[in-house]
Every structure is written in structure tokens, then in C-alpha cells.
């Protein structure tokens, strides 16, 4: 009777306990489903819920293939590149500009050759796809960091895998980006819609930002750069890949604000950078985002409002990109080519040497951040 006894205990808690694990993964599938902290599913977006994301970028190079993948919609025109490719992009508005479908697959601190198999998969998955907008960074053209991204698998399925859906149903890490979102729209309930579209202009830790990104592409990219000169033959194979395919490619170079070209300039790489930019002109065309402007010259203040740290413009100056991009062309962006190439570094060496002379305490305010 005690063995009976005991055996019907061991059942009811394995029963209790496999109805839990259940109840505990069809729980977390649907949170993950319904909260969608990465904007894949799109099924439900509620004010005060999940209209904001910002666990967006948090697993990006496990999600944005499947979110392409699941996007019914047909995709016009496709930016590729790093988070300078995107932190400016208002995908709506670049839509309501074009009366075109403008999608973003940017991937921070994404590599030249994870750009260009990026784009390369977008144009497989959505072959509809008539346009590509492709960021380049001077960055990313280091030998040394050129292959270090993660790369992305050429896709062999244009439709979502099981190995792609369950870390996005299934995952512990997913469900804690689902609390963390449905935290933060409860706390931006009321201007929702500012923070969704990073519209906010106003900066008050702009000096907070500013010395992080001179420190960060100190450590991470600008010392022992050494520029890669073999990068610009990928560009022309994927170009060429791209136009078999009916698909026009438009290279820009990202923006960057002053501090970051003082930084380049303290580390005895400017002529190197300007290398970078006559070497692309010399093999492509391209939109330049980054030359010495009234734009990337703000002071660096809790009101200013183009660039949000030393290498990531805002939407405010984003918008001004998209109409030079797509109706006339403004003082936001030059058209470099190899016939003008040679002139405008000139002008840009000349207009910097002025920027230094007349404004050394911004000067001095980068050196004291590279202590």
C-alpha cells in the first residue's frame, strides 16, 4: 500500500511538473508573440504596450533576416550598412518622400563584407527590390577589422526556419526584451510616439555621448588602422551582382561630426582618410555625408540637434540626406566621382585647417577625452 502510495505521488508531480514546463513555454511563446520586442511578427502594436522597441537592436544579426523573411509587404528600396547607415533613417518618412516602400536592414558595427552579404540576401529574399542604398564607413575599411563581424549564411530558404523562429518564440533572453518593452512604453505612455521615431532633438548628455564614441573608435578601430584597399573590388562584385539582377546600387559615405574627424585627425590618419575617400572615388560614385558642413560643426551642447554623438547624425538631418537623396540636391550631401574628387579634398583639408585653427577648444576637449 505504501509503494502504491508512493508511486501515485511521483505521478501527480510529474503530471504537476510537465503541465508547468508547458504552461511555462506556451506562456513565454505568446508574450514573445504578442509583445514582439524585435518587430518581426508585426500582429499586434498597442500604445502604452509595444508600439516602442527598444530592444530593437539587441539581437539584430539573429533577427533581421527572419523579420525580412516574414515581411509580406514588397520592399522598393533597402539601406545596408552600420548603425551610421541607420540611426538617421526614418523609413516612413524616406516611404511618404518616394511614395515608395523603404525598408532598413543596418547592422551596428557591421563590416563591409557583412554589409555586402546582407544586401545580398535582401535582394534573394525580396527580389522585388529595386534599389539599394549602401553605407560606407571609414571605419570598417580597416584590415584589421574588415572580416572580424559575424557573418551571415548565404540564404537557402527564403522562408522562415524552425532553427530561425524558436530563439525568437522560445528564448528566456527574448522574453526579458518583452518585459523590458512593455516596461518602457508603460513609462513613455504619453509621448510614445516621439520616442518611437527618435524625434526628440533636445541632447543633455551630448558631452556623455560625444567622449564615449571618441573613446570607443579610439580603442576599436582608429588605433593600428590600416587601410584596406582590397574592399573596394567587393563592392564592384556586388554591384555587378546587383545590376545583373535589375537592382541599382547608390553608395554613400556615413556622416560623422567634426569631433569624430579631430579624432581621425589626432591619430595621424587624415591623409589616410582622404585616401579612403579618392580610392572609392577612383572605382565608384557616391554620395558624401561626412564633409566639413554648418552640419557637422554644431558645438557640442545639450541643444544641439543633427548628430547625437560623434558618429550618428539624427533624424532632423536624416530628413535633409532623403531629399538630397531623392528630389534636389541641398548642402547636406556632396556628389563625388573621380572628376571632382581631387577638388573637393582640397576644399574639405582647407576647411578643416580653418576648423582647427579657429576652434581649439574643441580640439583641446578631444584630447582631453583621448587621455
Request: proline share 3%; hydrophobic share 35%; net charge positive.
Amino acid at each position: 500500500m505504501k509503494n502504491k502510495f508512493k508511486y501515485s505521488t511521483i505521478k501527480k508531480y510529474n503530471v504537476l511538473l510537465i503541465v508547468i514546463i508547458i504552461f511555462t513555454v506556451l506562456f513565454t511563446a505568446v508574450v514573445n508573440y504578442l509583445v514582439d520586442p524585435f518587430d518581426i511578427f508585426r500582429v499586434l502594436k498597442m500604445k502604452g504596450f509595444n508600439l516602442i522597441k527598444p530592444c530593437l537592436t539587441k539581437q539584430e544579426r539573429m533577427t533581421k533576416i527572419p523579420q525580412l523573411k516574414l515581411l509580406k509587404d514588397n520592399i522598393d528600396i533597402i539601406y545596408v550598412g552600420s548603425s551610421k547607415s541607420g540611426w538617421w533613417l526614418d523609413t516612413d518618412y524616406h516611404s511618404k518622400l518616394t511614395g515608395k516602400k523603404v525598408y532598413s536592414e543596418t547592422l551596428s558595427s557591421s563590416s563591409p563584407s557583412e554589409t555586402i552579404i546582407m544586401a545580398e540576401n535582401c535582394i534573394l529574399i525580396h527580389p522585388e527590390i529595386k534599389k539599394v542604398y549602401f553605407g560606407l564607413d571609414f571605419f570598417s575599411f580597416s584590415k584589421k577589422f574588415y572580416n572580424t563581424a559575424i557573418n551571415l549564411d548565404r540564404i537557402n530558404d527564403v522562408k522562415l526556419t524552425k532553427q530561425e523562429l524558436l530563439p525568437l518564440i522560445l528564448s528566456l533572453d527574448t522574453f526579458n526584451y518583452s518585459i523590458q518593452t512593455v516596461l518602457k512604453n508603460r513609462k513613455h505612455k504619453k509621448n510614445a510616439s516621439n520616442v518611437k521615431n527618435n524625434t526628440n532633438t533636445l541632447n543633455p548628455r551630448a558631452e556623455h555621448y560625444f567622449k564615449s564614441t571618441v573613446k570607443k573608435y579610439t580603442r576599436d578601430y582608429y588605433s593600428d588602422y590600416e587601410l584596406d584597399y582590397s574592399v573596394v573590388n567587393d563592392l564592384k562584385k556586388f554591384e555587378k551582382f546587383a545590376n545583373s539582377r535589375n537592382v541599382e546600387v547608390v553608395f554613400f559615405v556615413t556622416p560623422s561630426h567634426i569631433v569624430d574627424i579631430i579624432n581621425i585627425y589626432e591619430h595621424g590618419l587624415i591623409n589616410i582618410y582622404y585616401e579612403f575617400k579618392k580610392m572609392l572615388a577612383n572605382n565608384i560614385n557616391y554620395y558624401d555625408l561626412s564633409f566639413i558642413s554648418k552640419y557637422n560643426t554644431e558645438p557640442v551642447s545639450p541643444e544641439m540637434i543633427y548628430y547625437r554623438d560623434a558618429v550618428h547624425a539624427t533624424n532632423l538631418l536624416g530628413k535633409l540626406f532623403a531629399q538630397s537623396f531623392y528630389q534636389k540636391p541641398n548642402d547636406s550631401v556632396l556628389v563625388i566621382n573621380n572628376q571632382n574628387v581631387d577638388k573637393y579634398i582640397e576644399e574639405d583639408k582647407l576647411n578643416l585647417e580653418y576648423y582647427l585653427k579657429n576652434n581649439q577648444q574643441t580640439v583641446k576637449q578631444v584630447r582631453e577625452w583621448l587621455k
